[in-house]
């Protein structure tokens, strides 16, 4: 079976556009998570939806950020206006009922 | 703001070695513990799991885990060059489905 999918891999942009990440999770998982990884600050949750609904998205760091799950098979995770504090790897991870997350290859964003 | 903390390291340990990772983490409502296991430029990779207190062991890595004490731990036995990684302590609470994360703690394994 195969295991999250996230794109692009790799996104290098200018400050003020936007950027939108893609990601499909293990199908049959019921549970999405969006994080981000920083050198300084480690694994941030962002969002994370069940069943497609977004359950908590405190940590959104603003209002630029904004995620969607329009169905069971796809997420997006968007940043609009993009900032060079935004430069992060972005991990979505899908979850089946037992809990345990399995994670992405990633998106490496880099905002000049 | 609830904390998982975990030594940053590195931790420096001779090929066939124990190496001992260790995290301690502050809501005490938490239910379920994860390790995680991530390469430089890689995804984090799932090594173990845990809920109840004691031991539990898969291969070579044991996981252990003392609730009143808010503390887990990782035991990997005859570490290779390959185990060579950042390992992320993660922790579950019952009031919500998310896992948090520590920072995690560089290993390395030497020939």
């Known amino acids: 079976d195969a295991g999250v999918i996230q794109s692009p891999r790799h996104e290098v942009t200018e400050m003020g556009q936007e950027v939108t990440l893609r990601c499909k999770p293990i199908?049959?998982?019921?549970?999405l998570f969006w994080y981000r990884q920083t050198m300084m600050r480690g694994l941030e949750l962002l969002i994370y939806?069940?069943?497609?609904?977004?359950?908590?998205d405190s940590g959104m760091p603003e209002d630029r950020f904004s995620a969607k799950m329009p169905n069971a098979s796809f997420s997006t995770l968007k940043i609009q206006p993009s900032e060079p504090r935004d430069s992060a790897v972005y991990f979505c991870?899908?979850?089946?009922?037992?809990?345990?997350?399995?994670f992405g290859e990633g998106s490496r964003l880099t905002v000049l | 703001q609830k904390e998982v903390e975990q030594n940053s390291g590195p931790l420096s340990v001779p090929e066939g070695a124990i190496a001992s990772l260790n995290c301690t983490y502050s809501?005490?409502?938490?239910?379920?513990f994860f390790w995680y296991r991530q390469y430089s430029g890689k995804s984090p990779e799932l090594i173990m799991f845990?809920?109840?207190?004691g031991d539990k062991e898969d291969g070579r890595f044991t996981a252990q885990l003392n609730k009143a004490s808010q503390y887990v731990s990782l035991l990997i036995r005859d570490s290779q060059p390959s185990d060579s990684a950042t390992y992320l302590c993660?922790?579950?609470?019952?009031?919500?489905?998310?896992?948090?994360f520590g920072k995690g703690t560089s290993l390395l394994v030497t020939p």
């Open positions: 991870a899908s979850s089946p009922q037992t809990g345990e997350l399995f």
């Open positions: 993660a922790v579950r609470s019952n009031s919500g489905y998310a896992l948090n």
């Open positions: 199908s049959g998982h019921n549970s």
């Open positions: 939806f069940n069943n497609n609904v977004p359950i908590d």
């Open positions: 845990i809920y109840s207190n």
């Open positions: 809501d005490r409502g938490s239910q379920s």
